[in-house]
């Protein structure tokens, strides 16, 4: 099994910044792409922002210019720096990861439990 722990949301004015962080930990031989998605209050559940194993990167037009995504493979772990906040970037943001446990496996897409961000003056 894998674990993936969000961390870095709060409360942030607008035209503040954020950084999220999620790390995935337990039985890993490999993580292809990992990814945010954030899901508000009565609304689907939307790609923010994905990156490959070879750090590829992938945005939603809302966040496009504002929003980098980025990696540590060797931490397991993947950021989203997030500027330029506005109200409309209001929601639970959730990390995934595409997991192999072992070599020539299959892969298995994890989530975390989310963190909230909330842009409010």
């Known amino acids: 099994q894998v674990q993936l722990v969000e961390s870095g949301g709060g409360l942030v004015q607008p035209g503040g910044s954020l950084r999220l962080s999620c790390a995935a930990s337990?039985?890993?031989?490999?993580?292809?792409?990992m990814g945010w998605y954030r899901q508000a209050p009565g609304k689907q559940r939307e790609l923010v922002a994905s990156?490959?194993?070879?750090?590829?990167?992938n945005y939603a037009n809302s966040v496009k210019g504002r929003f980098t995504i980025s990696r540590d493979n060797a931490k397991n772990t993947v950021y989203l720096q997030m500027n330029s906040l506005k109200p409309e970037d209001t929601a639970r943001y959730y990390c995934?990861?595409?997991?192999?446990?072992?070599?020539?496996?299959?892969?298995?897409?994890?989530w975390g439990q989310g963190t909230q961000v909330t842009v409010s003056s």
């Open positions: 995934n990861a595409d997991v192999t446990h072992q070599a020539g496996g299959l892969t298995f897409r994890y």
């Open positions: 337990g039985t890993i031989f490999s993580i292809n792409a």
């Open positions: 990156i490959t194993s070879g750090s590829s990167t």
